[in-house]
């Protein structure tokens, strides 16, 4: 257990805490747009898997991971109007509809993959940037300030997005569209169109979130997110809708998964063990719901589609 | 508007879900143009090897019984106002436990092992339901979360249990370590309906219990209760109903279809074992998933379940042979298989929208016209009743 | 009641679609047919690509239905090809085997072949194949010791079972004998590419510089150590294009070794009954270096002690 306590294996789960927690903060960051609005995406993991192609082969053909990013917010953008489409014109059942989003994007993201590039092949990674200054404190340094330049801005995300939603006229809409869309129409908010928006929003930034993953592990392969989409929802209702929260939740879940696995890496885990503890984020994440539900209470439209005068 | 047009807009309603369908298959074939594929052939081949022989009817009766079960399942926590995504866990925890039991007890032959296990699943699924349920009606914990998670736990714990304590001994003997059981007990086979063949009692087991779900919805007060807390919390508290204890146990219910499922996936497999590849997947082929589209499709009415489910089960063993016909990759399989759920999904609101009550209310003698049971108090507290996301058969 | 009808009207539509759409196979006679039935991608520089790359190395262009990790699907896969006449169904997967024992007794006139396993179950038409994956791993752990400087050497597992074990077991026994510290940490699922890249990290952090892995997840576990300059060695597929600057060498699997005994086999009308493993002895799995690394011809003659070792019995991987 000591060899726990070192400052190599700290700084490694922290540092690995805090990559591993990215593409869940991007992808729950989204979703909180669309959530405040009233608007359940299920389909996250299936627009980060289709972005996270798009990113991978835009890198693989061009060089540049910053068009992959592009590509990726592209990509993110499309799904994110058809998810509207669905969820805000069409009504559909938003517990459902996301699970079809998802199996296409499995499905087609690999599609694409065997037979544009075929087997996995490495990609050039978003640069690294070490703050000047900060990057040399002992154990801090290392932790918070020698990553790649996107997780920066990730985490910048966060003070917009909270900006957004508590300080602009949009977030207002946002709000009261999702605790009562029948006031906020009355007073002629278009429901619709901020729903459309939110939820667009939420798929671009599902898609941000696969093409820095993809890049950022320099790689793609079929169903490469192994289901963190659906971690990103829980994440929002972890976060109690809010985007500090969201990031608290984000990290918890990351370092917990790169504290099991640095303790595998010590055999303070043996391998026998590797399964039951390969639980622990879930159990853990179910646990602080129950916490978090107890104290907060969700958008009261959530899931509701809205149909004026109904 | 007259009967003839209320009947009129109910066939075209049924005939929505078909429409969608025909529409993401028309999206297949273009892809399957883009891949240079035969398309002719391909789709014949879907058809056929659905429904065009005797074995392909039955292989995609076979497909269609977790459908079944899990949908029915769905529609139960539905008709609550819960959304039950943990079809999945549901379906290992069944399938883990049924396992248990028949590697645990003395062989007692089919009449005492078969029920025996079924049962077990039915226990294990139920397990797995009511977690949620306990934790949504006492601690307000969304419920499509902690089945996600619930999903994540019980995969892990399957891996853990076919690799060590449930693994075959000859596994380990040969040092080949396949996480799999042994054979299990041939008495727990689920029998053949016809002798031979691939044909088990499943789909028969799967239609059973999709008429009792229907029973309890629609003829017992617990039903009742289930559709009144789904209708209308408030209502319903006001009305005396235990809405907590009716929200634990619509899961439960959900829940322990969804683990019937998995025993009988176990007991009527090929192979007669359980056996992981790691993931959730491998064990219940998305049936967890694709049960909640069947559950659509069959307008979350658990009857029209039954056809639904048969439908959609052919589709996804005529896409196993689509591949195979025309060598496309199997993941354009699971894609079309998205586009399915999508089309149907977002086509639900025409279907809804053509099954709304027109303004003159004609009663007809409807077997399944939900408003038969409702209170007068539910009902008249029931704000948005054209727009409620079950869209029943009102 | 009439719902009922239109429901059957909806069948009664199907199954003339379908009935009009049966029975136009055309029948390929010239040639020897393979298929096969495989758990991961056939392009996943790992499992499944070693088959196909295998029966393509043969001349033969086979069937491939990839990606059915669902055990009953691929029941479905392997029934539909013996169905459809092809000579050999190759049942790429352990978890496969349950199943088979079902399918193979209703084609006796169809050829089987099933990996990665050692049991045929005493059908005459069931051939089984397994890789003596420890073999390899045991002679890169043993070129793992010779390379290391810090002396820890680590092992990107995915779940603890059947072919995967049996190469990480080889690799940290080969390792340890070389008297290097080795450890292994398994994910918990094949295909967590995250997880496998933050295990690497994690490897990275303790003074480890040479690593090695198994499954399709490596890619990320890889990336890894090459941003981090960590030696690699790859298994089941040659790994060097992946990362050419570290990648000291990859076990291969050759699988057309045996797969060419056991198309002789079936063509002379023995459909089975024999069980069949690679291992370095009979070629089928091979160390395939990586021709711009840089490694002594010490090292080498240390890997190549250790494969005669094992070929003569004299070194035990276990």
């Given at each position: 257990?000591?060899?726990?306590?070192?400052?190599?294996?700290?700084?490694?789960?922290?540092?690995?805490?805090?990559?591993?927690?990215?593409?869940?903060?991007?992808?729950?960051?989204?979703?909180?747009?669309?959530?405040?609005?009233?608007?359940?995406?299920?389909?996250?993991?299936?627009?980060?898997?289709?972005?996270?192609?798009?990113?991978?082969?835009?890198?693989?053909?061009?060089?540049?991971?910053?068009?992959?990013?592009?590509?990726?917010?592209?990509?993110?953008?499309?799904?994110?109007?058809?998810?509207?489409?669905?969820?805000?014109?069409?009504?559909?059942?938003?517990?459902?509809?996301?699970?079809?989003?998802?199996?296409?994007?499995?499905?087609?993201?690999?599609?694409?993959?065997?037979?544009?590039?075929?087997?996995?092949?490495?990609?050039?990674?978003?640069?690294?940037?070490?703050?000047?200054?900060?990057?040399?404190?002992?154990?801090?340094?290392?932790?918070?300030?020698?990553?790649?330049?996107v997780i920066y801005l990730a985490f910048a995300a966060i003070p917009l997005s909270m900006w957004i939603i508590n300080k602009t006229t949009f977030g207002m809409n946002i709000r009261a569209v999702g605790e009562n869309p029948e006031a906020a129409d009355s007073l002629g908010v278009s429901v619709s169109r901020v729903r459309w928006s939110t939820v667009t929003i939420g798929g671009t930034l599902a898609g941000i979130a696969g093409a820095i993953l993809a890049i950022d592990l320099g790689i793609f392969q079929q169903n490469i997110t192994n289901a963190q989409g659906f971690i990103a929802i829980a994440l929002v209702y972890f976060g109690a809708w809010r985007p500090l929260g969201i990031m608290l939740g984000a990290l918890l879940y990351g370092l917990v998964n790169a504290l099991v696995l640095q303790m595998k890496v010590l055999e303070i885990i043996p391998p026998d063990w590797s399964d039951i503890a390969a639980m622990t984020p879930a159990i853990i994440t179910i646990l602080a719901l129950v916490v978090v539900?107890?104290?907060?209470?969700?958008?009261?439209?959530?899931?509701?589609?809205?149909?004026?005068?109904? | 508007?007259?009967?003839?047009?209320?009947?009129?807009?109910?066939?075209?309603?049924?005939?929505?879900?078909?429409?969608?369908?025909?529409?993401?298959?028309?999206?297949?074939?273009?892809?399957?143009?883009?891949?240079?594929?035969?398309?002719?052939?391909?789709?014949?081949?879907?058809?056929?090897?659905?429904?065009?022989?005797?074995?392909?009817?039955?292989?995609?009766?076979?497909?269609?019984?977790?459908?079944?079960?899990?949908?029915?399942?769905?529609?139960?926590?539905?008709?609550?106002?819960?959304?039950?995504?943990?079809?999945?866990?549901?379906?290992?925890?069944?399938?883990?436990?049924?396992?248990?039991?028949?590697?645990?007890?003395?062989?007692?032959?089919?009449?005492?092992?078969?029920?025996?296990?079924?049962?077990?699943?039915?226990?294990?699924?139920?397990?797995?339901?009511?977690?949620?349920?306990?934790?949504?009606?006492?601690?307000?914990?969304?419920?499509?979360?902690?089945?996600?998670?619930?999903?994540?736990?019980?995969?892990?714990?399957?891996?853990?249990?076919?690799?060590?304590?449930?693994?075959?001994?000859?596994?380990?003997?040969?040092?080949?370590?396949?996480?799999?059981?042994?054979?299990?007990?041939?008495?727990?086979?689920?029998?053949?309906?016809?002798?031979?063949?691939?044909?088990?009692?499943?789909?028969?087991?799967?239609?059973?219990?999709?008429?009792?779900?229907?029973?309890?919805?629609?003829?017992?007060?617990?039903?009742?209760?289930?559709?009144?807390?789904?209708?209308?919390?408030?209502?319903?508290?006001?009305?005396?109903?235990?809405?907590?204890?009716?929200?634990?146990?619509?899961?439960?219910?959900?829940?322990?279809?969804?683990?019937?499922?998995?025993?009988?996936?176990?007991?009527?497999?090929?192979?007669?074992?359980?056996?992981?590849?790691?993931?959730?997947?491998?064990?219940?082929?998305?049936?967890?998933?694709?049960?909640?589209?069947?559950?659509?499709?069959?307008?979350?009415?658990?009857?029209?379940?039954?056809?639904?489910?048969?439908?959609?089960?052919?589709?996804?063993?005529?896409?196993?042979?689509?591949?195979?016909?025309?060598?496309?990759?199997?993941?354009?399989?699971?894609?079309?298989?998205?586009?399915?759920?999508?089309?149907?999904?977002?086509?639900?609101?025409?279907?809804?929208?053509?099954?709304?009550?027109?303004?003159?209310?004609?009663?007809?003698?409807?077997?399944?016209?939900?408003?038969?049971?409702?209170?007068?108090?539910?009902?008249?507290?029931?704000?948005?009743?054209?727009?409620?996301?079950?869209?029943g058969d009102s | 009641m009439r719902k009922t009808f239109i429901w059957v009207a909806l069948f009664a539509a199907f199954a003339l679609i379908a009935a009009a759409c049966g029975g136009d196979d055309e029948v390929d006679v010239s040639d020897f047919r393979v298929a096969i039935v495989a758990p991961s991608a056939s392009n996943d520089l790992a499992f499944t690509q070693s088959i196909v790359d295998a029966v393509d190395a043969l001349g033969i262009d086979p069937a491939v239905t990839d990606g059915t990790f669902v055990v009953e699907d691929a029941a479905a896969a392997i029934r539909g090809y013996a169905e459809e006449g092809y000579d050999l169904v190759i049942a790429h997967g352990s978890q496969y085997g349950g199943s088979l024992v079902e399918i193979a007794p209703d084609f006796p006139e169809v050829s089987f072949a099933w990996g990665t396993a050692a049991d045929t179950f005493g059908l005459d038409n069931v051939y089984s194949y397994e890789a003596a994956s420890d073999e390899g791993g045991y002679v890169m752990?043993?070129?793992?010791?010779?390379?290391?400087?810090?002396?820890?050497?680590?092992?990107?597992?995915?779940?603890?079972?059947?072919?995967?074990?049996?190469?990480?077991?080889?690799?940290?026994?080969?390792?340890?004998?070389?008297?290097?510290?080795?450890?292994?940490?398994?994910?918990?699922?094949?295909?967590?590419?995250?997880?496998?890249?933050?295990?690497?990290?994690?490897?990275?952090?303790?003074?480890?510089?040479?690593?090695?892995?198994?499954?399709?997840?490596?890619?990320?576990?890889?990336?890894?150590?090459?941003?981090?300059?960590?030696?690699?060695?790859?298994?089941?597929?040659?790994?060097?294009?992946?990362?050419?600057?570290?990648?000291?060498?990859?076990?291969?699997?050759?699988?057309?070794?045996?797969?060419?005994?056991?198309?002789?086999?079936?063509?002379?009308?023995?459909?089975?009954?024999?069980?069949?493993?690679?291992?370095?002895?009979?070629?089928?799995?091979?160390?395939?270096?990586?021709?711009?690394?840089?490694?002594?011809?010490?090292?080498?003659?240390?890997?190549?002690?250790?494969?005669?070792?094992?070929?003569?019995?004299?070194?035990?991987?276990?």
């Amino acid at each position: 257990m000591s060899e726990l306590f070192t400052q190599a294996a700290i700084v490694a789960v922290v540092a690995g805490g805090i990559r591993l927690a990215v593409p869940l903060l991007v992808a729950s960051l989204g979703e909180t747009f669309g959530q405040r609005s009233g608007v359940l995406n299920l389909g996250v993991d299936g627009i980060m898997l289709l972005g996270a192609f798009g990113g991978y082969y835009a890198v693989l053909q061009s060089g540049s991971p910053w068009l992959g990013l592009l590509v990726g917010i592209g990509i993110g953008f499309i799904m994110g109007l058809v998810s509207a489409l669905m969820a805000v014109t069409l009504k559909a059942e938003q517990g459902i509809s996301g699970i079809g989003v998802y199996l296409f994007g499995l499905g087609f993201s690999d599609l694409l993959f065997q037979k544009w590039v075929g087997t996995p092949r490495p990609i050039p990674k978003f640069p690294k940037l070490d703050i000047p200054g900060l990057s040399d404190i002992p154990w801090l340094g290392e932790m918070f300030f020698q990553h790649s330049v996107v997780i920066y801005l990730a985490f910048a995300a966060i003070p917009l997005s909270m900006w957004i939603i508590n300080k602009t006229t949009f977030g207002m809409n946002i709000r009261a569209v999702g605790e009562n869309p029948e006031a906020a129409d009355s007073l002629g908010v278009s429901v619709s169109r901020v729903r459309w928006s939110t939820v667009t929003i939420g798929g671009t930034l599902a898609g941000i979130a696969g093409a820095i993953l993809a890049i950022d592990l320099g790689i793609f392969q079929q169903n490469i997110t192994n289901a963190q989409g659906f971690i990103a929802i829980a994440l929002v209702y972890f976060g109690a809708w809010r985007p500090l929260g969201i990031m608290l939740g984000a990290l918890l879940y990351g370092l917990v998964n790169a504290l099991v696995l640095q303790m595998k890496v010590l055999e303070i885990i043996p391998p026998d063990w590797s399964d039951i503890a390969a639980m622990t984020p879930a159990i853990i994440t179910i646990l602080a719901l129950v916490v978090v539900a107890t104290r907060f209470s969700p958008p009261s439209a959530l899931t509701k589609p809205f149909t004026r005068g109904a | 508007m007259t009967i003839e047009d209320v009947r009129r807009r109910r066939l075209l309603a049924y005939s929505v879900p078909i429409l969608a369908v025909l529409g993401a298959l028309a999206i297949g074939a273009i892809m399957l143009i883009a891949l240079d594929a035969d398309v002719v052939k391909g789709f014949s081949r879907l058809f056929s090897g659905a429904f065009g022989s005797t074995d392909a009817l039955i292989e995609t009766a076979l497909k269609a019984t977790p459908l079944l079960f899990v949908g029915v399942g769905i529609t139960i926590a539905f008709r609550a106002n819960v959304i039950n995504i943990g079809g999945e866990g549901q379906m290992v925890a069944g399938g883990l436990l049924s396992t248990i039991v028949a590697l645990n007890s003395p062989d007692m032959g089919p009449f005492i092992m078969i029920p025996l296990v079924l049962l077990a699943g039915l226990a294990g699924g139920a397990i797995w339901g009511a977690i949620p349920g306990a934790l949504k009606a006492y601690y307000g914990v969304n419920e499509i979360l902690s089945t996600i998670m619930l999903n994540v736990v019980a995969v892990q714990l399957m891996n853990y249990l076919l690799r060590g304590p449930l693994i075959d001994p000859l596994e380990i003997e040969r040092g080949t370590r396949i996480p799999q059981t042994e054979r299990l007990v041939e008495s727990a086979d689920l029998p053949l309906l016809f002798g031979s063949g691939r044909l088990h009692i499943g789909p028969l087991i799967a239609v059973l219990a999709a008429i009792v779900a229907y029973i309890i919805l629609w003829r017992t007060p617990l039903g009742y209760r289930v559709r009144a807390v789904g209708q209308n919390v408030d209502a319903s508290r006001y009305a005396g109903i235990p809405v907590k204890r009716t929200i634990v146990l619509a899961l439960t219910m959900s829940g322990a279809l969804c683990g019937l499922a998995g025993a009988v996936l176990v007991f009527g497999s090929e192979g007669h074992r359980m056996v992981t590849d790691g993931s959730t997947a491998g064990f219940t082929g998305s049936a967890g998933f694709n049960g909640i589209v069947a559950a659509l499709f069959g307008g979350l009415h658990p009857l029209w379940t039954i056809p639904a489910s048969f439908l959609f089960g052919g589709l996804l063993v005529g896409g196993l042979a689509l591949q195979r016909a025309v060598q496309v990759p199997s993941a354009l399989i699971l894609a079309l298989n998205g586009l399915v759920v999508i089309f149907v999904v977002s086509a639900d609101r025409f279907r809804r929208r053509l099954l709304e009550r027109p303004p003159v209310v004609i009663e007809e003698n409807d077997d399944n016209n939900r408003n038969e049971v409702a209170t007068a108090a539910v009902a008249a507290a029931e704000p948005t009743s054209g727009d409620h996301p079950e869209g029943g058969d009102s | 009641m009439r719902k009922t009808f239109i429901w059957v009207a909806l069948f009664a539509a199907f199954a003339l679609i379908a009935a009009a759409c049966g029975g136009d196979d055309e029948v390929d006679v010239s040639d020897f047919r393979v298929a096969i039935v495989a758990p991961s991608a056939s392009n996943d520089l790992a499992f499944t690509q070693s088959i196909v790359d295998a029966v393509d190395a043969l001349g033969i262009d086979p069937a491939v239905t990839d990606g059915t990790f669902v055990v009953e699907d691929a029941a479905a896969a392997i029934r539909g090809y013996a169905e459809e006449g092809y000579d050999l169904v190759i049942a790429h997967g352990s978890q496969y085997g349950g199943s088979l024992v079902e399918i193979a007794p209703d084609f006796p006139e169809v050829s089987f072949a099933w990996g990665t396993a050692a049991d045929t179950f005493g059908l005459d038409n069931v051939y089984s194949y397994e890789a003596a994956s420890d073999e390899g791993g045991y002679v890169m752990g043993v070129m793992a010791a010779e390379l290391t400087e810090t002396g820890n050497i680590g092992v990107v597992g995915p779940i603890e079972v059947g072919d995967a074990k049996l190469y990480v077991d080889g690799f940290l026994n080969g390792a340890r004998s070389g008297g290097a510290n080795a450890t292994a940490a398994y994910t918990g699922s094949f295909s967590d590419v995250a997880a496998a890249s933050e295990t690497a990290q994690a490897f990275a952090s303790q003074d480890v510089d040479v690593l090695s892995g198994t499954a399709q997840m490596v890619v990320g576990a890889v990336g890894v150590a090459n941003d981090v300059g960590i030696l690699w060695f790859g298994t089941q597929a040659n790994q060097t294009e992946l990362a050419p600057d570290i990648v000291v060498a990859s076990q291969v699997y050759h699988w057309e070794v045996i797969l060419e005994d056991i198309i002789q086999n079936v063509q002379d009308g023995q459909l089975g009954g024999e069980v069949y493993v690679i291992t370095l002895e009979n070629e089928g799995l091979v160390i395939e270096y990586n021709e711009d690394f840089d490694l002594s011809d010490d090292i080498k003659d240390k890997a190549e002690e250790a494969i005669e070792g094992i070929k003569d019995g004299s070194i035990s991987t276990g």
